[in-house]
């Protein structure tokens, strides 16, 4: 059996893989294992994205921290970097996220943070799961008065906003905006921030009931945004995910713009007015080639972890760097939230905008998007961590990187949330890529079964 945690908590089809059962043993080892070293009893905050799944799967976490002797705070419909934010400025020993991102609504997921407001290392997530696969025996379960209770703080939400609000000190009065909430836990706190902050907002995809997240909408589906950008005379679009920790954009006319290409926009920026530190921005193995070369020309430490956010998160830590992020448009500003954050993403992108007088369009001219073919091959769970063990596969990848010649590059790698194997070809010739991205994944497919 594989590793329960992936790359973003623990995730799977609800009710299925993701049961009521696994989600209380998860709230109990998950309680028991973040604050078994209080001096008081303990309080972890419960937040959840828009999906229907997600009331029944709190109330079965919450159940399980309560039987540990903790207490959960329900606090609704929340972002994940909100989640992170209230976390780490209360009083609470832990946080817990009910989400599944951008995945369809059949999927969810649990993942938590500690005391902090920080995704949890392998090491601490190894012992939750370690509890949990002994069927949570030797926990010490509460009776009488020692049972922790349940609390609703469907507010909490504000708090989030009057942050991002009074963290930006923007005045976006004359600019006007498009956002897709991808019907999720955006609905709330991305309209109202950005009203406050004066902006001619236009929302779109913000009536989730529950059932019709990311469907078509969101980060993951930029269509609708391309053309209401491009309908209503927008400045820029703004397009969030489930549960709001990425952040893509549309320019003013109506082309994408990704995170990597966000990242270098911001970056320079805060590059030029000396505070971004370590003159780095931590990126992944998937970010396009294009963010190297814009590091180089414009002396950017472009620092490489391995994909996922919270080993972005993990290098900048050490490094002491304050920006960094994904492709797909996780990014962390270290200095003011401690996960990936779409909301602040976007009032920064905004920022510059704002000050440079430039439309988007203008400043993403920063970095060349070289061209990038991404295919994914399904594979059984169990066997995604494997393909390099399979000769055929192994031959096919050295014969395409050579067909490269040093002009471009293959990556392969498994997704830490899905049975999956993503196969990213870059090189200059997107016809050619395209089409040996889709030899491999399906050469992937046929050998791995």
């Known amino acids: 059996m594989g590793r329960m945690f992936g790359t973003d908590g623990v995730r799977g089809i609800a009710n299925k893989e993701l049961t009521v059962d696994l989600a209380m043993k998860l709230g109990m080892a998950g309680a028991y294992v973040l604050s078994k070293n209080a001096d008081h009893r303990p309080r972890i905050l419960v937040g959840c994205d828009t ?71 392998d090491s601490v997530e190894d012992k939750i799961e370690n509890i949990v696969s002994s069927n949570c025996e030797g926990l010490d379960f509460k009776t009488g008065t020692e049972v922790g209770r349940i609390a609703y703080n469907l507010d909490a939400y504000k708090e989030y906003v009057k942050y991002a609000v009074n963290t930006s000190g923007l005045d976006l009065k004359g600019m006007k905006v498009v956002i897709d909430c991808a019907e999720g836990a955006s609905y709330k706190t991305s309209v109202e921030t950005l009203t406050e902050l004066s902006a001619d907002l236009v929302a779109i995809h913000n009536n989730p009931d529950g059932t019709n997240i990311n469907a078509g909408c969101g980060s993951t589906h ?71 070369i814009m590091g180089d020309e414009k002396g950017i430490n472009i620092e490489k972890t391995k994909v996922g956010d919270r080993y972005v998160l993990e290098r900048m830590k050490e490094m002491g760097a304050n920006l960094g992020g994904e492709q797909s448009g996780h990014i962390i500003f270290l200095d003011e939230n401690t996960t990936g954050d779409g909301l602040l993403s976007a009032l920064h992108l905004l920022k510059v905008i704002k000050e440079s007088g430039k439309k988007l369009s203008e400043l993403r001219k920063v970095m060349e998007v070289l061209p990038q073919a991404l295919v994914n091959a399904k594979v059984p769970v169990d066997k995604k961590n494997s393909y390099m063990e399979y000769k055929e596969v192994a031959d096919a990848i ?52």
Do not use: W
């Not at 972002?79 to 780490?88: E, G, M």
């Not at 990425?246 to 966000?262: F, S, T």
């Not at 990242?263 to 003159?279: N, Q």
């Open 222 to 292: 930029l269509e609708d945004l391309m053309s209401t950008v491009k309908t209503e005379g927008a400045d820029v679009g703004l397009a969030f995910d489930g549960d709001a920790d990425r952040l893509l954009a549309v320019d003013e006319n109506g082309d994408a713009v990704n995170g990597d290409e966000i990242m270098a926009i911001i970056g320079c920026y805060m590059k030029e007015k000396g505070v971004l530190k370590k003159d780095t921005i931590v990126a992944t193995v998937m970010s396009n080639l294009g963010l190297f």
């Open 51 to 121: 999906r229907i799944s997600g009331d029944m799967l709190a109330n079965a976490l919450m159940a399980g921290i309560c039987s540990v002797g903790a207490d959960a705070e329900y606090l609704g419909i929340l972002p994940t970097p909100a989640v992170a934010y209230l976390t780490r400025t209360g009083t609470a020993d832990a946080g817990v996220v009910i989400s599944a991102s951008h995945n369809p609504v059949e999927f969810n997921g649990i993942k938590f943070f500690d005391g902090n407001g920080f995704k949890l290392p």
């Open 398 to 449: 050295k014969k395409v990187e050579a067909e490269c010649n040093g002009a471009g590059r293959v990556l392969i790698r498994p997704s830490g949330t899905e049975p999956l194997v993503r196969v990213m070809i870059e090189g200059k010739d997107q016809k050619l890529i395209d089409q040996r991205a889709k030899e491999l994944a399906a050469l992937i497919e046929k050998v791995i079964r």
